[in-house]
């Protein structure tokens, strides 16, 4: 990917996420016209440009192209797809097809609406119902799609901390794999639902290295911006090989770089990395590919910088020749469906050799499997 240094500075942007901008910008204003409304004086007056606004909105856009969900383009009222939910629960038994083609069709605001309908309908939680007439696997699918993504997020981490492992990396996975913004909505979700902070309960249920990574990885809030610094990324670059080359994989140098650093500046720094020292870093932390700690260190650099590549590894992990591991399917494909599921199908295919519509296919039956292709857009789902 080209990048480009801004002359006297030390910044630099993606050239083609600028390119592609400024393209949809001139697009933009020559279609539509954006105005404020003034309360006091009740005129509208043009808003001024923000081009920091736009490409926040462009990016917004175009992570919606990542999405594997297939939203009808005439959606119907939520209070006809209530109508609907309530007579799939209707009768000696649940129409599975009938909830699938609604909620498997339907994007995180209109199933919030659904759910904040149901329950003025009829005076009961949605969730509650699904609950009642779903079971197995295809009912943890359908409560974690139908969940708010921030819910969600708090629900799959709270569950984390009270059966964490130190193999397991769902805590890691959801610092690192969310923007800033998502992360503090989970945490405030958190807050609702628990009475209490992730970060109290990742930092009383985890011990040790693992505390030490994971209770500043949860309370992160990073920049988001692609500004970088070309210096920063050359001596942090060299700190973490000196660390790394020491084997003090728990320096707190290291975890300052990778709780505190935005992904832009980590991503330039990591490949600073590997063009000064000759290997990728996740290379040199597989000093010992049993340590359970390098594994999460190793999870957590992959969620900063290369998300897809490490949601393609879990899902390879969960669909295997030993037998399927359905809470991981179910996460990976409930959480990014919405979000990056494109670019993962496309790394699994490249990995595999066979699409992850057919792995899902082969290795889940029933509803469960009408579900999940539903979420990855398979065709005729």
Request: charged share 30%; net charge neutral.
């Amino acid at each position: 990917m080209t990048k480009t240094n801004i002359t006297g500075t030390n910044i630099v942007f993606d050239v083609a996420i600028i390119a592609r901008a400024i393209l949809y910008y001139y697009i933009w204003i020559a279609t539509k016209h954006h105005y404020i409304y003034n309360i006091e004086t009740e005129v509208h007056r043009p808003e001024p440009f923000s081009f920091s606004i736009f490409l926040h909105t462009y990016r917004e856009r175009e992570r919606e192209t990542m999405s594997t969900l297939r939203v009808p383009q005439q959606v119907p009222p939520a209070s006809e797809d209530c109508e609907q939910l309530k007579k799939a629960f209707k009768g000696w038994g649940t129409n599975e097809d009938l909830i699938i083609s609604i909620l498997g069709h339907r994007n995180a605001a209109q199933r919030k609406v659904i759910r904040q309908t149901y329950a003025e309908a009829y005076g009961e939680d949605l969730l509650k119902e699904l609950e009642k007439e779903l079971t197995s696997d295809f009912e943890r699918s359908i409560l974690l799609w139908t969940l708010d993504p921030a819910e969600r997020d708090a629900f799959l981490a709270n569950e984390a901390t009270k059966k964490w492992t130190k193999s397991n990396q769902v805590l890691a996975e959801i610092a690192c794999s969310r923007s800033s913004h998502e992360l503090l909505m989970a945490r405030q979700a958190y807050h609702s639902r628990y009475k209490k902070s992730l970060e109290e309960d990742v930092a009383h249920h985890t011990t040790g290295d693992f505390r030490k990574l994971l209770a500043p990885l949860v309370s992160s809030y990073r920049y988001e911006g692609d500004e970088v610094n070309l210096t920063l990324a050359k001596s942090e670059a060299k700190l973490l090989h000196e660390k790394i080359s020491d084997k003090a994989y728990n320096d707190e140098d290291i975890i300052r770089i990778l709780a505190t650093r935005s992904k832009a500046q980590i991503n330039a720094t990591l490949n600073h990395y590997k063009n000064e020292f000759g290997n990728d870093i996740n290379k040199d932390l597989k000093a010992d590919p049993k340590d359970e700690y390098l594994a999460i260190l190793r999870a957590t650099i992959k969620c900063l910088v290369r998300p897809e590549k490490y949601f393609e590894k879990s899902l390879r992990l969960a669909i295997n020749k030993r037998g399927t591991d359905e809470g991981a399917l179910s996460r990976v494909v409930t959480t990014r469906a919405e979000v990056d599921m494109k670019l993962i199908k496309e790394q699994y295919h490249k990995r595999n050799s066979v699409t992850l519509d057919q792995a899902i296919k082969k290795d889940t039956t029933g509803d469960y499997e009408k579900m999940l292709l539903a979420l990855v857009g398979h065709e005729d789902a």
